[in-house]
């Protein structure tokens, strides 16, 4: 593998009338792993199709590095995809699978099987060489097929939304561990999803998407903390909004704290109980506002459904959206 | 390239199956006064005519009765209860739809006809004069269809059954419901789609049947029967109409019952819960059901173990006697070592060899081209691959004569042509059921990490696609081997194939030959479905 950046510019493309990516503009630095992030059908899974080679780019340039890849044919490209539902051969064992890449690349026979040993034990998959594929449990698939493009050492690595069909405890463990893998192999790399606590746990920079645009890049506590819009506020959490003459404010749920002496005065009209943290509806001057707390932080604070409670707003929290929404509130 | 492939597939397939068809259909209203639907109006004015039309519908009214209680009750008994050996017994009913029709027939009549060895023994022991029974006509053929064609119900039924929702049956005994309402309300709504979708197959298969009507039908005339005569007497234009005819009522039926089964299907939601077997948990209960199993066993192989015994009957021995006595191998000695006799068992296998690779070599592209590409042609494609399915035997053997009569009359390749186009529907099913499984992924993993074309196809997608090729391959290798109606239809006297050969040995009194040559073809057939089955598991 050669560490290269991933530069991305000007990128269209269609299906039919559809405009599916709209003018992208991208930058992946060395190393880095940068998630595109937005509903399904906002065109995060084509712009990584036409990344990897899958789909012809029509308009626009990719550069690895220095060497612009837009018309290569994807088998050149070394940039390696792990699909959503793995693509595993389902007529190979785990070991043929694993291997099938090297042997692509003409890898000798003795360095393969070091190769092979290596990734199993990485991914630990140490034991399970000639099992088929159908044995496999959803998570040991998975393990697979990141066993099989990392073992080609790609320049690039792709995922299209890798963990979406396992359950919720196996993929926060697998995300952890895709996590570390990336970061100790330092392969520069695209992480499709449209889990925003997903997006958030594993990538260096968010991209978010929506309608074929980039909406936001930005580390994930600026795309939390300081969303661009209200689209990109939406998708990311909960928020409280506030209009004042045609310019829209809004602050995240924590930004609010209640206190005994607390400038505003506002009555319980919904609980939820989440563990450590509990999420309040506050009637507040003819609407309502999102409130987290933290249990620990309510001492004495009673918090029934009908209770008045005073609270503070932290001002400098209140972040000022590009675009107006009329309908919210 | 593949503008090329689908150029040739469909010349192809417009020469071989739509011309033909269209010929018929032609020369179903040529008369000697010139273009006409005199033809039509002979076949429904004339008596006997008239009388063949309504034997043909009763005939393929009852066999969807018959075989769909048979089916449906075997498919609930095999799936819905537990019970020992409920596997293997599952596996034997499924026997009949390889074992060719006419092989059936001739059993049938070793053991129910009038000096059969069953009817005999009843005779006997009950000391009676007459037979208790008459195994011809209607209730003889019957009896076959209800052997060989309960397995379209059977098999639909059985998937339907498994499919059951356990919760949803649940949910409504949680409600109050009694055990009929179950039945009522959540079960026959369940499996009404396969019992419209069995009915048409059998009702189709049942209008269209020829072995049993021709060989035990006696005086019962139908269609199929009516054609052959038609044909024999070379009154070309009355048979085409006849095919018509017979077309249409079968195109009925399916625009009826398609329409009905649209009506009562529906999508099921999240289904989690399989149901499991109902345990039979009352001892006399579970005897009867164990003697129901056996019962059903021996019937199925009854005719099978029938054929081999008599495959050994030495020639000349058994005349009077109600069993034979004397065995040995002089029957298959002769098919061995006497080339006239040798003939019609080579020719067959060269046929369906040939039949089988045509098929296929027709099957593949065209299962690729209607499941992977987005042509405007596709539905065109789809129409002509799936056509001969609606066309029975005895119909398919009359488009080759109008088709191709000039060109290929007494020629040696009009037989195995016939076969070949009979059975592409299945061999384009089987194929295509296995483009449908191979996801495009696969491919697409394999370029993404760099392999080229060629290596993506041997390694990757060949290997998905083969069971399924080797599967049609088989299929059609298994059905054209004991084909009978094409065969009586188009042999010529250079052409015998072995169901002919069966069958003129039959008449020639030579039932231990007869037998052999069915023995042989049963043989092939299961080693063929043994093959198949291990196919089956290798796809899944």
């Known amino acids: ?329 | 390239m593949k503008n090329l492939i689908k150029l040739v597939l469909l010349a192809l397939l417009v020469v071989l199956i739509l011309f033909p068809s269209l010929r018929t259909l032609l020369v179903s209203f040529q008369t000697d006064q010139g273009f006409s639907f005199s033809n039509y109006e002979y076949i429904f004015k004339t008596e006997g005519s008239l009388i063949a039309i309504k034997n043909t519908l009763l005939m393929g009214a009852l066999t969807v009765l018959i075989c769909g209680f048979i089916g449906t009750f075997l498919a609930f008994f095999v799936h819905y209860f537990d019970f020992p050996f409920k596997k293997i017994l599952d596996r034997i009913l499924l026997l009949p739809l390889v074992v060719p029709g006419l092989i059936i027939v001739f059993a049938f009549v070793q053991l129910y006809g009038e000096s059969g060895m069953v009817t005999k023994t009843l005779e006997t022991v009950f000391g009676l004069k007459e037979p208790l029974y008459r195994f011809s006509g209607l209730w003889g053929i019957l009896l076959v269809h209800a052997y060989t064609q309960y397995i379209y119900f059977y098999m639909n039924v059985s998937v339907a059954v498994k499919e059951l929702d356990r919760s949803v049956i649940e949910a409504s005994i949680n409600l109050g419901a009694s055990s009929f309402m179950v039945f009522k309300s959540i079960i026959l709504p369940y499996i009404k789609p396969a019992l419209i979708s069995s009915s048409i197959l059998t009702f189709m298969t049942g209008i269209g049947s020829f072995s049993a009507p021709n060989i035990i039908g006696g005086g019962y005339k139908v269609l199929t029967t009516q054609i052959l005569l038609a044909k024999a007497n070379l009154f070309m234009n009355l048979a085409a109409s006849q095919v018509v005819v017979l077309f249409l009522f079968a195109m009925t039926y399916m625009g009826i019952a398609r329409y009905y089964e649209k009506k009562v299907s529906f999508s099921t939601g999240v289904r989690e819960h399989v149901i499991e077997p109902v345990k039979i948990k009352n001892k006399a209960l579970k005897i009867v059901m164990v003697m129901i199993a056996l019962s059903v066993i021996v019937m199925i192989f009854l005719p099978i173990v029938t054929i081999l015994i008599l495959s050994f009957v030495k020639p000349g021995t058994w005349m009077i006697e109600i069993y034979p006595k004397e065995f040995g191998l002089d029957n298959y000695m002769r098919i061995f070592t006497k080339s006239r006799s040798l003939a019609p068992f080579l020719n067959s296998l060269k046929m369906a060899v040939l039949a089988a690779f045509l098929a296929l070599f027709l099957a593949v592209p065209g299962a690729y081209i209607t499941t992977k590409t987005d042509t405007k042609l596709k539905p065109i494609f789809e129409f002509l691959l799936m056509l001969p399915f609606a066309l029975p035997a005895s119909a398919i053997a009359i488009n080759m004569i109008n088709g191709f009569s000039t060109v290929l009359l007494g020629k040696w390749i009009m037989l195995p042509l016939a076969y070949f186009i009979s059975m592409l529907p299945m061999a384009v099913r089987s194929v295509t059921i296995s483009f449908e499984r191979l996801k495009d992924e696969y491919a697409e993993a394999s370029i993404n990490l760099g392999a080229g074309r060629s290596r993506t196809f041997l390694q990757v997608i060949f290997p998905l696609i083969a069971p399924g090729i080797w599967s049609g391959l088989l299929l059609v290798f298994i059905r054209s081997l004991g084909e009978y109606t094409i065969s009586t239809f188009l042999y010529t006297a250079s052409n015998r194939p072995i169901s002919i050969a069966m069958v003129n040995s039959i008449f020639e009194f030579e039932i231990g030959l007869a037998m052999a040559y069915g023995a042989l073809v049963l043989l092939l057939t299961f080693i063929g479905s043994g093959i198949l089955k291990k196919l089956q598991v290798y796809t899944e």
């Open chain 1, 1 to 329: 593998m050669t560490q290269v950046d991933i530069r991305i510019r000007n990128i269209n493309h269609w299906y039919g009338d559809n405009h599916v990516v709209e003018d992208v503009s991208l930058d992946v630095r060395e190393g880095e792993l940068v998630a595109l992030l937005g509903p399904s059908g906002c065109g995060k899974t084509t712009l990584l199709r036409l990344v990897a080679g899958l789909i012809p780019l029509k308009d626009g340039q990719i550069y690895f590095g220095e060497k612009d890849v837009s018309q290569w044919q994807p088998q050149k490209r070394n940039a390696v995809m792990v699909f959503q539902s793995y693509a595993l051969f389902p007529h190979m064992s785990v070991e043929e699978n694993i291997s099938y890449g090297l042997k692509v690349r003409k890898i000798n026979h003795h360095v393969r099987k070091e190769l092979i040993q290596e990734i199993m034990e990485k991914v630990e998959l140490t034991g399970y060489a000639d099992r088929k594929i159908q044995e496999l449990s959803g998570g040991q698939q998975q393990r697979v097929a990141l066993a099989r493009s990392l073992v080609v050492e790609p320049d690039v690595l792709l995922f299209d939304e890798p963990l979406s069909n396992l359950d919720e405890k196996l993929r926060v463990s697998m995300r952890q561990e895709i996590r570390k893998i990336q970061k100790s192999s330092q392969i520069t790399s695209i992480y499709v999803t449209h889990d925003q606590e997903e997006a958030m746990s594993i990538a260096d920079r968010i991209v978010i998407m929506n309608k074929g645009k980039i909406q936001q890049i930005g580390s994930p506590r600026e795309v939390y903390e300081k969303p661009l819009n209200t689209f990109v506020a939406n998708f990311m959490g909960e928020s409280n909004y506030f209009v004042d003459n045609g310019v829209t404010r809004m602050c995240r749920p924590d930004a609010i704290t209640l206190s005994t002496h607390g400038e505003y005065q506002g009555k319980v009209a919904w609980v939820e109980y989440l563990g450590s943290t509990q999420r309040l509806t506050l009637d507040w001057e003819d609407r309502q506002l999102i409130v987290d707390v933290f249990n620990r932080d309510l001492k004495d604070l009673s918090t029934n459904h009908g209770d008045r409670v005073s609270f503070d707003m932290d001002k400098r929290a209140l972040v000022t959206l590009e675009d107006t929404t009329s309908d919210i509130i």
